[in-house]
């Protein structure tokens, strides 16, 4: 064998070395750029007291459920009555 000095040592680890460093701080930067982003839509989706804010899409679909909640509920009172009022009736 031979022998190996420090300076060939070093000689071959430090490109290594430099793309290993290069290789964590451009992962790190994409991370932050990412948790960026995120952040950004999240203040989209939740107001800083934590309430969410709703998507237009979203309350959309809601205002049609709720229609169609009233609706029904206006039938099922409408049915309620005509049968307590066929109910009086029969009563008498």
Do not use: Y
Not at 14 to 32: D, G, H, K, Y
Not at 35 to 45: G, P, V
Request: avoid cysteine; charged fraction near 20%.
């Amino acid at each position: 064998m031979k022998n190996f000095d420090l300076a060939t040592l070093l000689a071959g680890i430090i490109p290594v070395m430099l793309a290993a460093m290069w290789w964590v701080i451009s992962n790190v930067n994409e991370l932050r750029g990412d948790i960026q982003l995120l952040q950004a839509n999240m203040m989209m989706l939740v107001d800083p007291p934590g309430q969410i804010i709703p998507s237009p899409g979203n309350a959309f679909a809601r205002q049609e459920l709720k229609e169609e909640i009233i609706e029904r509920l206006a039938d099922l009172h409408v049915r309620l009555r005509l049968i307590e009022e066929s109910n009086a009736h029969k009563g008498q």
